[in-house]
């Protein structure tokens, strides 16, 4: 394996003379993935870190594609979603070394001329037999490729300093069994070790920094536990809805599976994790389990209290959830979701960590607060000082990568004012240059065979048993109801309800 450096988060990072050869296989390659997220981030990562000559591409999917027609999509891709612009010329010399296979994924035959096409690729580009398959594909397609893979050989390295891997795309089952099931066929075919389940979140800048935060600083650690933290708030919002295409999966998963049984918890385990025994991919993945394991699945009463799910209505020109293209006029999903949860270990007992994410919100954002608890001696507290803050450390994931620490100040003046002032630190400005996107960190890891920035088997089906608990209580009992909100609002007004508190409610988004 190449020598590794490390990186923010603690997980490995390749120089660039040493990223080894690779041939990056995606499945699914004329779908909006590749377009959008795969395609850029290794034309940037190519570019950035002189890996041109390290890097081949075989797009396969059904549709009949010729190798220069596939190049030319991916160009105009490129020129749409590459972050920094295209170098023609850079483009031009790098696109010779993509490549395009036709095959279904239900078809054993097309195997055997794929592998037969994997072989000679390596050869005319010295690719060292060193493979990545990414299963850009819906989830049911992934069994069937999976087995076929391992039929024909290309689930094993062919060498012994040769490496294949395999990327897994969410959703990782829709509920806990089909989860177990899906990771008991990988686990057929491949080892554990060479298993990736991507979560895009994990590779933002902000995330990677959280444990730098956390652990590399030594005025946060001691604050963040049970003594010091009132509560945690978790938000994912997105002013986006079905973009006329996501439809029919939503109806499958909803804003529950979509969203907060990968993203959110993950997040939450980052920022509730003990201190790891060392920067290594399997003590912090080891930490985060715990805590997803010492989160209580809900009962059906907690459900009902601690749980909030709406669906956006249509107002003006943006049309009701139950009007979006393959969407059942008469659906139940949910397109907004809250809940309360608990993380019950020495740490946590007893802070509430609250998640919402929907759809239609009112602004684009991701964030962490931290709402801190109030001094134990009130000397401010007066006719004089009728403006108080609670001190909260925010991680803003999106838009504006970055990290503000609130805290209260006295206004110039004779009186003793008080109002909340930020402490605040935001990459562009701080480094003064653009952040890489997150699949390019997670691409870049699982070709130097780093699986930090991945969920591990253990790690998903811990929050699957959280999530079912919530799914199957909403289908048995129906309750909490499905509130409708309109639009550009922050949703269920009754979502405010989940603090227990006649004054309390969430965190404004800067």
Sequence with gaps: MPALQADLFGAGLCEPEEVPACLFVVFGAT????????????????????????????GVARRPRSDEQFRQEMLQALRQYSRGGLDESFWQRFSQRWHYQTARA??????????QRLTSLDRLHGCQCNRVFYLSVSADLVEDIVLNLGEVGLNRPRGDDAFVRLVVEKPFGHDLDSACRLNRTLLEHFDESQLYRIDHYLGKETVLNLLVLRFGNSVFEPLLNR?????????????????????PYYEQAGALRDMIQNHMLQLLALIAMDVPGSLGAQAIRDEKVKVLRSIPPLTPEQVQRWTVRGQYVGEGDIPAYTREPGVAADSQVETYAAVRLSVDNRRWAGVPFYLRTGKRLAAKASQIAVIFRPEPVSLFYSADCPIRSPNRLVLSITPDEGVYLVVDAKVPGPRMMLRPVKLDFRYESS????????????LLETI??????????????????????IRNSWLATGLPTLEKYPPLSWGPASADRLFEDPYGGWLAIR
């Design 31 to 58: 779908g909006d993935l590749m377009a959008r997220k795969i395609a850029p981030a290794l034309y940037n990562l190519a570019r950035d870190r002189d890996l041109a000559d390290r890097l081949a591409v075989l």
């Design 227 to 247: 003594h010091h933290v009132a509560r945690v708030e978790i938000t994912t919002a997105e002013t986006s809805g079905m973009e006329a295409r996501r439809g």
């Design 106 to 115: 239900q078809k054993h035959e097309h195997y055997e001329a794929l592998r």
């Design 431 to 442: 480094f003064q240059s653009a952040s890489p996107e997150a699949y390019e960190h997670l």
């Design 448 to 469: 130097c065979g780093d699986p930090t920035l991945f969920i591990r088997r253990d790690e998903a089906e811990a929050a699957w048993r959280v999530v079912d608990s």
